[in-house]
């Protein structure tokens, strides 16, 4: 499965010490039903502005990919996250997100030498 590792700039603290890699996996199917049911069962975007809600969501979703070495998965909740994670890391997470999506998209590409030859004999039929 692909994966994507960084470093965050401020870290985040746990039990008395600070955590600064971290590494973010794929969206599943299940992962995604496991963020949006924590969401509707905690109500944690109700009543709350749209770009709040937007940030807690990116979260719920984050807290299913996101892998910090040193802290447990289930320690690294929505709140955990919202709490703690300064915005330059927050960008940070984004910013690798974007990058495994990128990688993402270039694993479904085929090879561009091929694609290019079936397209000129293509033109040659």
Known sequence: MLKETG???YGLEYNQQMYFDYTVKPLTLADELKALELLEDTGLITD???????????LAYWAQQL?????????????????NLASED?????????SLRSKSIAAG?????????????EALK
């Open 67 to 83: 892998q910090v070495p040193g802290i447990e998965p289930e320690n690294l909740s929505v709140e955990f996250l919202f709490n």
């Open 7 to 9: 470093k965050l700039v």
């Open 90 to 98: 927050y960008q940070s997470i984004l910013t690798s997100m974007e």
């Open 109 to 121: 590409r085929s090879d561009p030498a091929a694609s290019e030859k079936a397209e000129s004999n």
């Open 48 to 58: 709350v502005p749209d770009a709040e809600k937007a940030i807690i969501t990116t």
